[in-house]
């Protein structure tokens, strides 16, 4: 294959962290020992934020401590403020993943930060991670969309990723938190933030919450993101959407690019394995539709 991209599994933080059936760290742990068999190297661990907000996430440091260092493998730890980073660095992960908000109502509820408080919290939690010696990604939070106040300015996004783009992350990552997006948007938006911030990689994180998710990490690849997130199983829920699909499915963004042509790195088989035991220790069946009809 000619073109590839650089998968990222969120199962273990975004995907468990909107479930309100609190999983055991041995599973946690097992969960991405399962991930990296099926071809991941780069992988969201956990989040370092407060327990009472997000007791799913209050063993993280258990989690990467049980994990342990994997050759050929990037922990990355998503932090919300300096405080998480700190947390995070102690555990001796290899990235910490930080969050601007494009919406300054979001902000507010999420992290207690406007739109342009959470893009210098950002900047110095990639400081801390370079001072540490090890790197720092950021993603930008309702990129196409929020909750609270609708639509977001594309504009708006793309003056924000130059600013984080400045401040030395590996990468800018664009999240469709609500599962609103569609093509089009990826597209356009895509392309204007690829424009402003190469030769740093875009990054992408879609939800599924409306039927759109795989048709947009189709448009994003198209559109130059080097990089695609993905959840096994589609776990992971949309908090504001109760009862919506979650992330998109690893398994399905896997048989979609590596079918298209675009080499993922992943072994679907094991992916599929993956998600049909998630199920059974979530006590729930998939969103995937791969695990549904299974692995070729
Ligand atoms: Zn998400």
Known sequence: MSRSIEFVEVGPRDGLQNEAVIVGTADKVALIRRAIAAGARRIEVASFVNPKKVPQMA?????????????????????????????????????????????DEFGARNQGQTSAESVAVAARIIAMAQAAGITAQVTIATAFGCPFTGPVDPARVVAMARELAAAGPVEIA?????????PAEVSALVGAVRQAVAPLPVRVHFHNTRGTGIANVWAAVEAGAGVVDGSIG?????????????????????????????????????LVDTARWLGEVMGKEMPSMLAKVGAP
Not at 94 to 101: F, R, Y
Not at 174 to 182: E, K, M, P
Not at 242 to 267: C, F, I, K, Q
């Open 174 to 182: 664009l999240a469709d938190t609500i599962g609103v997006a569609v």
């Open 59 to 103: 063993d993280a440091e258990a989690v990467v401590e049980q994990l342990g260092r994997v050759d050929g493998l990037t922990r990355i730890g998503l932090v919300l403020n300096e405080r998480g980073a700190e947390r995070a660095l102690s555990t001796g992960l290899d990235q910490l993943g930080a969050v601007a908000v494009a919406s």
């Open 234 to 270: 589609g776990l992971g829920g949309c908090p504001f959407a109760p009862g919506a699909a979650g992330n998109v499915a690893s398994e399905d963004v896997a048989w979609m690019l590596e079918r298209s042509g675009v080499a993922t790195g992943l072994d679907l088989a094991r």
